[in-house]
């Protein structure tokens, strides 16, 4: 126990540091670019799991970080808000968004509260294609500000936007580490495990619920909000149901069972299409393989693989411990 | 009275589960509900609690109403539940089931205390206390179910079928931590279909059928009278 803890300290701090050095010295373009989309997507499957964490499997996704998106674009193009003060609206409005839709979807349970989380991110997509004179509808948004530089910092440089997001990613893992391991997140893995018991011990299910999604919306809309000053145009249908799904497979490939899952899995499905570029049209098919492969074999996830591979080596005399009853 | 239920109704949509029920707890007693599957008795302990709501009637605690309460208000008031087939979060440790049934409560102090009477009342939950909940036996998830219900420290423990899929030897067990517990100040009202259980620990006993009670009395009495107990009480 004491040793896994560490061992997870030291990649805990080994990561940042590799990736400092990433944005210190690669200077491809392209490269940046993608680490950069890999941080996105490790942000988004991470927050993802911290809704999952309460019980609730949510495609809302896709249409928090668009509204992000859009919130952060507006916020400064329509109201002059400063870019920054614009990045933090867009998380803070796609969390109370969250919060306001949450209370009704969340007293449906399971699949129930899966279908109106998808029916919701179409919703948000078709308020922004029909919209036209606020969101610039289906032409989409263009010319949306950069950051604006402090400190003698400018925000043009692709390394710049990566260090952004690097700082961005590391916060925002670090917030949602802290919240999964205090009371709160015993709380969310209370409602997740045994539902009616939570509410026997005195959990007020509905709050931690909605405080759940509204965490999570939060994440998805602060991404969206970098994405969109970041890339500086936005098309309504960028994050739409399909996007909502690859963050899905992302959490479950990497594991949704631990905290590193969602990141390991964000990780390597954003680079997989890159190295294998000939099939990248073939891309939701290579996708829906290895989910299929991963549910299978390995339901824990790729996190799972180490284990795996040892128990397939080294015969371990009695590892079971399966859950009885 | 600790706890009492004037003419209390459930239905679950346009089905009735209990039909006007009135049934009390005085307080350190041990009551018991007794009767076949599907009668009603889980129904009567989940309206106590407030996880479903009453059509008509009245649910008071220590005087004060709490039908209607949500259910974080119910265990505030003082009742906790060790529900039906020992709920438990099975993929945490023995340790965050306990804390997690102390869950409402801040007095740090109070709740080691509490955890102590715990492991001395069952042992073996302290040997395992780093354990999944999910890998006990039978018997220890059943320790650790009522062990979780007794760190909110409850005035009244309400107990759903405890002796379900239990060792005949297990439930004498049972019997024994019941009066314990019972003992060191807490009411409880009883759910059970084991007759032989009910009539080890309750002092009071009431008999549903199809959602209405038809019977109620000391249980000693009853199990003595040939004709209740062939009709009854198996």
Redesign the interface.
């Known amino acids: 126990m004491n040793r896994r803890s560490l061992s997870g300290a030291a990649t805990a701090s080994v990561v940042p540091v590799a990736l400092v050095l990433v944005g210190l010295f690669v200077q491809g373009p392209y490269y940046l670019h993608l680490f950069i989309i890999i941080m996105m997507n490790v942000v988004l499957a991470s927050s993802l799991r911290l809704i999952n964490l309460s019980g609730q499997l949510s495609l809302a996704h896709g249409g928090l970080v668009t509204l992000g998106a859009y919130a952060a674009a507006l916020l400064v193009m329509r109201l002059g808000l400063s870019s920054w003060l614009a990045l933090l609206g867009a998380a803070v409005l796609s969390g109370i968004v969250s919060c306001l839709v949450g209370f009704p979807f969340t007293r449906l349970k399971g699949i129930y509260f899966t279908m109106v989380s998808v029916f919701f991110v179409q919703i948000i997509v078709l308020t922004v294609q029909q919209w036209r004179s606020l969101t610039g509808g289906a032409s989409g948004l263009y010319g949306i500000p950069r950051p604006d530089g402090f400190w003698g910092l400018e925000f043009k440089s692709k390394t710049s936007f990566f260090f952004l997001m690097l700082a961005l990613m590391l916060v925002s893992l670090g917030i949602m580490w802290a919240i999964e391991h205090s009371r709160v997140g ?2 969310f ?2 409602i997740q ?2 539902d ?9 299910t509905t709050t931690y619920k909605v405080l759940a999604f509204s965490i999570g919306g939060f994440f998805a809309g602060l991404v969206g909000g970098f994405y969109a000053q970041y890339v500086s145009a936005l098309d309504p249908t960028a994050f739409g149901f399909l996007f909502t799904i690859y963050i899905l497979i992302y959490m479950i490939v990497g594991g949704a069972g631990t905290f590193v899952g969602p990141i390991l899995g964000a990780t390597l499905l954003t680079v997989l299409p890159e190295v294998a570029r000939p099939l990248k049209s073939y891309m939701p098919f290579v996708f829906a393989a290895i989910l299929m492969l991963i549910i299978f074999l390995m339901p824990e996830g790729l996190v799972g693989l180490p284990q795996r591979l040892r128990k397939l080596f080294i015969r371990e005399p009695g590892g079971r ?5 | 009275m600790l706890l009492s239920l004037s003419n209390v109704s459930v239905y679950y949509g346009s089905a009735m589960a209990v039909a006007g029920i009135d049934l009390s707890v005085e307080e350190g007693r041990i009551v018991s509900v007794i009767g076949a599957n599907g009668a009603g008795k889980s129904t009567i302990l989940k309206a106590i ?1 407030g ?1 479903v709501p009453i059509r008509s009637g009245s649910i008071e605690f220590d005087g004060r109403r709490i039908d209607g309460s ?3 208000a119910v ?2 008031a003082g009742i906790a ?1 060790v ?1 039906e087939s020992r ?6 440790s023995v340790e ?1 089931n306990l ?3 102390a ?2 409560r801040k007095d740090k102090q109070g709740i080691a205390e509490d955890l102590e009477r715990v492991f001395q009342l069952f042992p073996r939950l302290k040997e395992r206390l780093r354990q ?1 909940a ?5 018997g220890e ?1 059943q320790m650790l179910a009522i062990g ?1 219900a007794l760190m ?1 420290k409850p005035r009244l423990l309400l107990m759903d079928e405890p002796s379900l899929g239990l060792a005949p030897i297990v439930i004498d067990t049972l019997a024994d931590t019941i009066i314990e517990i019972n003992r060191g100040g807490v009411s409880v009202l009883l759910v059970e279909q084991n007759a032989g259980l009910v009539s080890r620990v309750a002092q009071w006993c009431y008999v549903i059928e199809v959602g209405a009670l038809v019977l109620e009395g000391d249980i000693k009495e009853m199990m003595s009278n040939d004709s209740v107990r062939r009709a009854f009480l198996g």
């Open positions: 015993m709380t893995r209370g495990q045994t009616s018991l939570a509410e026997s011990v005195g959990i007020n411990s399966d859950v009885a009853g | 609690n996880l949500p259910t974080d265990v505030k539940c529900p709920k438990l979060f099975p993929y945490m965050s804390k997690l049934g869950y409402l999944r999910g890998s006990l036996s039978g998830q979780r909110s």
